[in-house]
Nanobody
Framework: QVQLVESGGGLVQAGGSLRLSCAASGRISSINVMGWYRQAPGNKRDLVATITRGGSTNYADSVKGRFTISRDSAKNTMYLQMNSLKPEDTAVYYC?????????????WGQGTQVTVSS
């Protein structure tokens, strides 16, 4: 009943930029926290950034000053602007949305989008 569709990943050279999007659709009553996570091969899934309904943001130390998370509540969409990309940013990026439906409150994950940064 709820779908998350991610887009915007790709291959970029070090120092370049990418913008990820995550659009939520379905029977959504409201959205609480939205966030981006990433997982490199052989590693666990790590937090990249989160944004609350009120717009408060939180970032991993490794991306502070380079990445910016934002959301368009009217469109149930979240973005991650990634600048000054480094090879160590290479990973599959997942969006996670904590939301309320008419029946439940739970977290949903996107399918993931690959970001590859070449040196």
């Amino acid at each position: 009943q709820v779908q998350l569709v991610e887009s915007g990943g790709g291959l970029v050279q070090a120092g370049g930029s990418l913008r990820l999007s995550c659009a939520a659709s379905g029977r959504i009553s409201s959205i609480n926290v939205m966030g981006w996570y990433r997982q490199a091969p052989g590693n666990k899934r790590d937090l990249v950034a989160t944004i609350t309904r009120g717009g408060s943001t939180n970032y991993a130390d490794s991306v502070k000053g380079r990445f910016t998370i934002s959301r368009d509540s009217a469109k149930n969409t979240m973005y991650l602007q990634m600048n000054s990309l480094k090879p160590e940013d290479t990973a599959v990026y997942y969006c996670k949305v904590d939301l309320n439906t008419p029946l439940v409150t739970q977290a949903y994950w996107g399918q993931g989008t690959q970001v590859t940064v070449s040196s």
